[in-house]
């Protein structure tokens, strides 16, 4: 059974970058059926998808976001990450990593809670 773990600091001060980890267990990141997917949600809102990245490297992102965004993998570690730049409060939340088959997200990360603020 695929199983996702986040890692990460829980606390990021404003205008750094926020870094976290997700790995990956009881199956492998190398595959063209799923991409790996990033998303959140702040407190009081819905779920936002952030992002995801294909094994093969290839990223897609939210607009919103994008230009704060980056995804990358390490297929060695059977991992991959986000970095959100330039954070705010208003990126407060709780981010999951999650697989993702066409949109259908069928396993999540328990998730993680991050916090922006000095």
């Known amino acids: 059974q695929v199983q996702l773990q986040e890692s990460g600091p829980g606390l990021v001060k404003p205008s750094q970058t926020l870094s976290l980890t997700c790995t990956v267990s009881?199956?492998?990141?190398?595959?063209?059926?799923?991409?790996w997917a990033w998303i959140r949600q702040p407190p009081g809102k819905g779920l936002e998808w952030m992002g995801a990245?294909?094994?093969?490297?290839?990223?897609y992102y939210s607009p919103s976001l994008k230009s704060r965004t980056s995804i990358s993998k390490d297929t060695s570690k059977n991992q991959f990450t986000l970095q959100l730049n330039s954070v705010t409060p208003e990126d407060t939340a709780v981010y999951y990593c999650?697989?993702?088959?066409?949109?259908?997200?069928?396993?999540w990360g328990q998730g993680t809670q991050v916090t922006v603020s000095s």
């Open positions: 990245i294909q094994w093969r490297g290839n990223t």
């Open positions: 999650v697989r993702d088959y066409s949109w259908e997200f069928d396993s």
């Open positions: 009881g199956g492998s990141i190398t595959t063209n059926e799923h991409v």
